[in-house]
C-alpha cells in the first residue's frame, strides 16, 4: 500500500476509536450491541482497531505500545460512570487482543521483508 492510501485508512480507525470510546463511556440504554458476549466484543473491536492501525502506520510493536494503555485506560474510565464499573477480565481481553493483532501484524511485516530463498541443499 502506498502512503496516500494508507492515510484514508485513519478515517475508520478514528470512528472505530470513537464509537469504542462512547460505547464505554456513554449512557447505556443508547448503546449498539453486536449480539455477543461483551468479553467478545471488547475484543473483536481492539483486535480490529489494532489491525486498522496496524496497516496504517505499519510499526505493530508502536501500535500496540499506544493502544494498551488506551485499552486498558478506557476500561478504567467506566469506574466513574454512574451506570458501570470498571472490569479487570474485560481490561484484559482488550490488552490481549491488541498484543496479539501486534504480534501477528509484526509476523506479516517481517514475514514479507524477508527475500525469498532457494533450497539450501545441493540439486
Do not use: N
Not at 4 to 26: E, H, I, K, N, T
Not at 111 to 116: D, I, L, S
Amino acid at each position: 500500500m502506498t502512503g496516500g492510501s494508507r492515510r484514508w485508512l485513519w478515517v475508520p480507525f478514528v470512528l472505530l476509536g470513537a464509537w469504542l470510546v462512547y460505547a464505554a463511556l456513554g449512557p447505556e440504554d443508547w448503546q449498539i450491541r453486536l449480539g455477543l458476549h461483551w468479553l467478545a466484543e471488547h475484543a473483536l473491536a481492539f483486535f480490529v482497531l489494532t489491525v486498522l492501525a496496524c496497516i496504517a502506520y505499519p510499526r505493530p510493536m508502536i501500535v500496540a505500545g499506544l493502544l494498551l494503555p488506551f485499552a486498558v485506560g478506557l476500561e478504567a474510565a467506566q469506574a466513574l460512570t454512574p451506570d458501570r464499573t470498571a472490569d479487570v477480565a474485560t481490561a484484559l481481553a482488550a490488552a490481549a487482543s491488541v498484543s496479539l493483532a501486534a504480534l501477528l501484524a509484526d509476523l506479516v511485516l517481517v514475514r514479507r521483508k524477508r527475500p525469498e530463498t532457494g533450497p539450501s541443499g545441493p540439486p
